[in-house]
């Protein structure tokens, strides 16, 4: 069983930034490939970006939507994932999740066995 508690979200003019934390407890945490959803009321859960286990060099992949805006990184020895967010647009607003999968394919947006319960972003025009 994996835990994550999710936090940094909050109210943010366009064109702001956030980082977004994701900590992860009750197993190894380098074993597992990370991955940030979003969901905005009334549409559907999307993928934003995910990063690979470690030990296969920590590789990401992102949602175009949102490709040179925001940037996942991981920090194996707190281990948290991270989510920097730059160039905030107001259609960026959405519970932002993070979820894990002991698993190689990273760039695979299904999968995820353990989720959190999410972060509120909300962007202001």
């Known amino acids: 069983q994996v835990h994550l508690v999710e936090s940094g979200g909050g109210l943010v003019q366009a064109g702001g930034s956030l980082r977004l934390s994701c900590a992860a407890s009750?197993?190894?945490?380098?074993?597992?490939?990370m991955g940030w959803f979003r969901q905005a009321p009334g549409k559907d859960r999307e993928f934003v970006a995910a990063i690979s286990q470690t030990w296969t060099g920590s590789s990401t992949y992102y949602a175009e939507s949102i490709k040179g805006r925001f940037t996942i990184s991981r920090d194996n020895a707190k281990d948290t994932v991270y989510l920097q967010m730059n160039s905030l647009k107001p259609d960026d607003t959405a519970v932002y999740c993070c979820?894990?999968?002991?698993?190689?394919?990273?760039?695979?947006?299904?999968?995820?066995?353990?989720w959190g319960q999410g972060t509120q972003v909300t962007v202001s025009s």
């Open positions: 979820a894990a999968k002991n698993s190689m394919y990273y760039t695979d947006t299904q999968g995820y066995d353990y």
């Open positions: 009750g197993r190894t945490f380098s074993n597992y490939a």
